[in-house]
């Protein structure tokens, strides 16, 4: 089975901290992937990662940046948290689509990040 | 128009019963579907992905999919209390430079199962 794991479960962090989240996945999937999500809002792409060092921004990347060093670890980093990036952080890994490969996104459990 | 339209329900329905759940997508080239649910709290879990038009099954699951009309639906049977969840559908976007990796999620219809 695919495993994603995230760093954390809960996180309480103060304005203007330096925030990682980290993700961790064991299938040896290309892509990952962060999102938030919202009540009402769904679930919103912050960026993703199709190769080690490369990163491409999503629909809303204002606030974050992201780091990929190593092929199975993909980071999101909150520069300056700020109370409207309080939310549930979503993690996800999938293989690049192909023939005979749909690129299914699995999911990690979440953070939950609370910005006081 | 959003790119990926789900009713937002709240759908209810008996134990036993079916669960209909529907889905409708904007852009023609998609080529790949899937469903996610998601119960309060939790992450999104995988339950279906199809990509040829008509039905797959798996267990109490049938995807069905119909290209010509931008369809996608969900059907389970034989509904369980725990089968009440958000249930997902996500449809993979192409982007300018051909690739395919990116999902485009809908909001979620909320199912609830009543016992």
């Known amino acids: 089975d695919v495993k994603v794991t995230q760093s954390s479960r809960y996180l309480v962090k103060r304005t203007g901290e330096k925030v990682f989240l980290e993700c961790v996945q064991d299938m040896d999937h290309e892509n990952m992937f962060w999102y938030r999500q919202d009540p009402g809002l769904g679930l919103r792409l912050i960026y993703f990662s199709y190769d080690v060092k490369m990163k491409e921004k999503g629909d809303i990347p204002e606030g974050y940046s992201v780091s990929r060093e190593k092929k199975e670890r993909f980071s999101l980093i909150l520069e300056s948290a700020s109370t409207n990036q309080t939310s549930m ?10 023939v005979g490969r749909l ?5 990690g ?8 | 128009q959003k790119e990926v339209e789900q009713n937002s329900g709240p759908l209810s329905v008996p134990e036993g019963a079916i669960a209909s759940l529907n889905c409708t997508y904007s852009d023609r080239v998609s080529q790949s579907f899937f469903w996610y649910r998601q119960y ?3 992450s999104p879990e995988l339950i279906m992905s199809i990509y040829s038009n008509g039905d797959k099954e798996d267990g109490r699951f049938t995807a069905q999919l119909n290209k010509a009309s931008q369809y996608v639906s969900l059907l389970i049977r034989d509904s369980q209390p725990s089968d009440s969840a ?3 559908c996500a449809v993979n976007k192409i982007s300018g430079s051909g690739s395919a990796r990116q999902l485009t999620f809908g909001s979620g219809t909320q199912l609830t199962v009543l016992p």
Not at chain 1, 103 to 107: I, K, L, S, V, Y
Not at chain 1, 109 to 116: A, D, E, I, M
């Open chain 1, 89 to 98: 952080y979503l993690c996800a890994s999938s293989n690049e689509p192909g």
């Open chain 1, 103 to 107: 690129g299914e996104q699995f999911f």
């Open chain 1, 109 to 116: 459990p979440g953070t939950r990040l609370t910005v006081l």
């Open chain 2, 40 to 42: 309060s709290g939790k």
């Open chain 2, 86 to 88: 958000t249930y997902l």
